[in-house]
Antibody, heavy 121, light 107 residues
Framework: QITLKESGPTLVKPTQTLTLTCTLS??????????VGWIRQTPGKALEWLGF???????RYSPSLKTRVSISEDTSKNQVVLTMTNMDPVDTGTYFC?????????????WGQGTLVTVSS | DVQLTQSPSFLSASLGDRVTITCRAS??????LAWYQQESGKAPKLLIY???TLHSGVPSRFSGSGFGSDFTLTISTLQPEDVATYYC?????????FGPGTRVDIK
């Protein structure tokens, strides 16, 4: 059974760095030749791509956030980590990780439940 | 970035009704379009990809069509469990933008 689960802090202060972990179960990026992406849902911008990492090393970030976002993989723990610097209250929202299809590039086939992050002092 | 618009933004229909949602892209995207369903408080779920291909396990009352810049999602017979917000997403170019959503409710 394919599942993804996000974990990390629920509250961060402005200017701090957010680190979220996506734990994969039932698949791994390399052996299944898929990707994992991060998508957030904020009141102001609905669903918004942050970035993704694919099995072949392809890594892309939203142009509007690329100076603040990075995604890495911990193969030993079957996890994908999102790091986002200089957090601001407008970054408050629910952060999802999703498994991306092998055949249809960027297609979010399976999603984690999401984790709500609030940015406030 | 490719911009997506959806219409209507909200619709209320009766059980058993046929419901159609449209999605328009700011430029041609071939058939690189997906539809997702998001129930309140839950993560989105993939319904349709490649404009018209039903994802595994999705009921056959859902269908999609379109090519280029105009697409539709149709629910042939509205059921209570279809109450949700529906989003289109383009996969032609990154960032793989989403539409603003269409909320579907039961009258």
């Amino acid at each position: 059974q394919i599942t993804l689960k996000e974990s990390g802090p629920t509250l961060v202060k402005p200017t701090q760095t957010l680190t979220l972990t996506c734990t994969l179960s039932g698949f791994s990026i390399k052996s299944d030749a898929v990707g994992v992406g991060w998508i957030r849902q904020t009141p102001g911008k609905a669903l918004e791509w942050l970035g993704f990492i694919y099995w072949d090393g392809d890594e892309r970030y939203s142009p509007s956030l690329k100076t603040r976002v990075s995604i890495s993989e911990d193969t030993s723990k079957n996890q994908v980590v999102l790091t986002m610097t200089n957090m601001d209250p407008v970054d408050t929202g629910t952060y999802f990780c999703a498994r991306l299809s092998y055949g249809d590039y960027g297609l979010a086939e399976f999603w984690g439940q999401g984790t709500l992050v609030t940015v406030s002092s | 970035d490719v911009q997506l618009t959806q219409s209507p933004s909200f619709l209320s229909a009766s059980l058993g009704d046929r419901v159609t949602i449209t999605c328009r892209a700011s430029q041609g995207i071939s058939d690189y379009l997906a539809w997702y369903q998001q129930e309140s408080g839950k993560a989105p779920k993939l319904l349709i990809y490649a404009a018209s291909t039903l994802h595994s396990g999705v009921p056959s009352r859902f269908s999609g069509s379109g090519f280029g810049s105009d697409f539709t999602l149709t629910i042939s017979t509205l059921q209570p469990e279809d109450v949700a917000t529906y989003y289109c997403q383009q996969l032609n170019s990154f960032p793989f933008t989403f539409g603003p959503g269409t909320r579907v409710d039961i009258k």
